[in-house]
């Protein structure tokens, strides 16, 4: 009886791959307005980022758009390195990128949400773009963002990849495209799960219905909760196609304690995921647990068919995400993946559950 239970859950976690895939197609299909240039604002959070900041001030002065219809707004949030020395340097340097300097806020607005909200009240652009302290963006991230801007869409996003020199990297880079992989996947069919926030677009009118981040209940995933509220309180769509040109790089976790904290954020951040998103995300939890359980009472070459069928389905999900992104090479990594995927995707939804509070950033937040 549990051969016959496990086979059913394995089956429907290879069908909910297939249709994801087939979202992922449809929106890579979403119709482009090429003649749109909104004004856009892009807003930087950024808290002791002195050692990647410069990087990343560095790609978004480079950005192949009207000079006059982009502005760039990077917000001090409380460092104490030399992050401030480096914005104002900049700021100084380019005419269209301004520094701002957070002042403490309460309630919703804390942490990096009262930053990111700061951000936005300083800016003026018709779309709002944000990325954080620590990525690159291409030359190309904000045309062909906005292409995507038709009357009916309020969120666009757009994937990252992570770099990756060794095997802790690499892990993780492919945990990425998987999960935004998902994401896209589930926006193809019109069911937004969510858009991370460092490739994120969002409409201004999008933002003010919301109320915007004073009237959002605070969250330790900000970017989240944002695409959330929009969802829920606008007739509003989200895109999120698989496009190279705009694709974000971005640095991996490089410890396994920040990994987990990471993880930890996402997870608690992620509570209150919409039906889709948690019935999305149990259909994998469940095959993994039934495996996890079986094994001492089902045959053992069934058991590994099944195991070996689970990632080759998995890779091959991988693989469309790494073709668009000409990382192919990537796949090097992808034992590794498999097992931190099946380890933490069975712990996370205990750890989100159970976890009282989140360090972020050298700072603790409730939720």
Known sequence: MLTIILIIAFVLYIAELFFLLIGVAKSNREKKIFSYLPKV??????????KVIGDCLTTLAEIN?????????????????????????????????????????????????????????????????????DCRVPPTWVKETVKYFDQETGIVGG??????QRLFEGMQTLDWLFLF????????????LTVVGNNLAVRRSAYLATGGYAEIPFSVTEDYALVQAICRRTGYRVKFPMNI?????SKACPTWESLYRQKQRWGVGGLDMVFYGIAIMSISWITKILMLISVPFIDTSIWFLI????????????????KCFRAIKQL???????????????????????????VWKERKFVE
Do not use: C, H
Request: charged share 15%; no cysteine.
């Open 41 to 50: 604002s892009i807003i930087v959070a950024a808290r002791n980022e002195e």
């Open 65 to 133: 758009y009207p000079t006059d219809k982009l502005e760039i707004i990077v917000v001090n949030d409380g460092s104490t390195d030399r992050t401030m020395d480096i914005i104002q340097r900049f700021a100084e340097q380019y005419q269209n990128i301004y520094s701002v300097v957070s002042v403490p806020g309460d309630g919703n607005l804390r942490g990096k949400t009262n930053a990111v909200a700061q951000g936005i009240a300083a800016s003026s652009g018709d779309i709002l773009m944000f990325t954080d302290a």
């Open 159 to 164: 994937f990252t990849l992570l770099d990756s």
């Open 181 to 192: 992989e998902i994401a896209s996947g589930a926006a193809g069919w019109k069911v937004p």
């Open 245 to 249: 040109d705009t694709l974000v790089r």
């Open 307 to 322: 195991f070996l069928s689970m990632n080759v389905a998995e890779m091959l999900f991988l693989l469309k995400s790494l």
């Open 332 to 358: 090097q990594y992808f034992p590794a993946f498999a097992i931190y995927l099946f380890i933490y995707g069975l712990l996370i939804p205990f750890i989100a559950y159970f976890s009282s509070n989140v």
